[in-house]
């Protein structure tokens, strides 16, 4: 794919506009920092607090649901696009935005009075399916410098699970301050690169306003959070996610797909990876837990920004290899291998992270609780015998 873009695909991008639309952004984060200072305080009002428990990675009851006015503004501003571009109506509105409202609103809910798991999943499967009805699902996936991937027949069933492994991917990573908000940051900048690549405008601005209200977001986000996102602002962010990476048509979808997950990596892979460990420990990985990477590099003493920053480089490395692979000036030899990049650092990651906690106090104390029952049970066994 040639790195420059025709200008053909931005006829409306005159003078003006070239203002207008980052002055929008700008607005967007802005308006979006206020509103979530008057929602501290509303929260707090109201009582929809998050109190601390031992599963918590906050010591003081803190202000949730402050994803409202990041869901607002990004709609608000995102909706200006279908006025502008009215081909983009239906792939906006029905594909992006009403869906992933729908999950805000389920979100929103679940925050103040929490909702069964499965009724939950249900909500999001049908989400899934109006997003994919609309949009189309990804049929196949190219690979720079080895070839193009068919999905066939699983090309609807892999769409749908994107999609809901999404919603639920960017939910569990909202648990650590300044950590959901800030990789919203990253993955919306590369994606609007890839848009102006792609010459699609709706792919360059609705991820603009995405990023700027995670952004205004988290002014109070940022350790120590005064308020959380909640599963409103999570969920939204997921699906929002999920839909834009359909976003671009045929040919283009297949092209970026690649490079926009391996933007998307850290977030994807450690709730993953936590999950497939916690089934193969017999654990439900629906109950609450602080066995992700990042609680573990919180319990074993890292800062929480610090943790949000390491995500985000290892973002930003992902991201820049799966730009590199659209470059024409990259040769199939070295594109062919870019894509190893990520597994090379999310086997970096697992490795250190186990290591450094096994090394801690908190991993010690982890140890000593999990042989506990096993303790407990050997004078039972014995009497039995």
């Known amino acids: 794919m040639s790195d420059a873009v025709d200008a053909r695909l931005f006829p409306t991008f005159d003078s003006i506009e070239s203002v207008l639309w980052p002055g929008l952004a700008l607005a967007v984060f802005v308006v979006t920092a206020i509103l979530v200072d008057v929602m501290i305080i509303l929260a707090t009002r109201w009582h929809i607090l998050d109190l601390p428990s031992r599963r918590s990675a906050h010591s003081l009851p803190t202000a949730r649901a402050g994803g409202v006015p990041m869901v607002a503004t990004s709609v608000i501003a995102s909706a200006m696009v279908c006025a502008r571009w009215p081909d983009a109506t239906v792939p906006v509105l029905c594909g992006l935005i009403g869906p992933a409202l729908i999950v805000a609103a389920v979100g929103f809910v679940d925050d103040i009075r929490p909702l069964r798991a499965l009724l939950r999943l249900f909500i999001q499967i049908g989400v899934a399916v109006a997003v994919v009805a609309v949009l189309g699902p990804l049929r196949s996936v190219v690979f720079p410098g080895i070839g193009t991937l068919d999905l066939g027949p699983a090309a609807w069933p892999l769409s749908l699970v994107w999609v809901v492994g999404m919603i639920n991917a960017y939910n569990f990573m909202d648990g650590s301050d300044g950590m959901a908000a800030t990789g919203a940051i990253v993955i919306t900048t590369f994606l609007c690169g890839l848009g102006f690549l792609v010459g699609s405008p709706v792919l360059v601005l609705v ?170 049970a050997a004078p039972e066994a014995a009497k039995a015998e």
């Open 207 to 376: 991820p603009a306003f995405l990023g700027a209200a995670a952004a205004g977001f988290l002014v109070f986000n940022w350790a120590p959070a005064r308020v959380f996102m909640g599963d409103v602002g999570s969920a939204y962010l997921g699906a929002a996610l999920a839909a834009l990476a359909l976003v671009p048509d045929g040919a283009s979808r297949a092209q970026v797909f690649l490079p926009m997950l391996m933007a998307m990596w850290p977030y994807i892979f450690d709730p993953f990876l936590t999950v497939l460990r916690r089934v193969a420990a017999g654990q439900n990985p629906l109950v609450p837990h602080r066995e992700f990477l990042f609680h573990r590099l919180v319990r074993a003493g890292w800062s929480h920004p610090s943790v949000a920053l390491l995500y985000a480089a290892l973002a930003v490395a992902g991201g820049l290899a799966g730009r590199l692979l659209l470059s024409d000036s990259v040769t199939p030899e070295v594109r062919r291998w870019l894509p190893f990049v990520v597994p090379v650092m999310a086997a970096g990651l697992v490795a250190y992270v186990d290591d450094h906690f096994r090394r801690s106090p908190a991993g010690a104390l982890a140890r000593a609780a999990a042989s506990a029952p096993r303790l407990a």
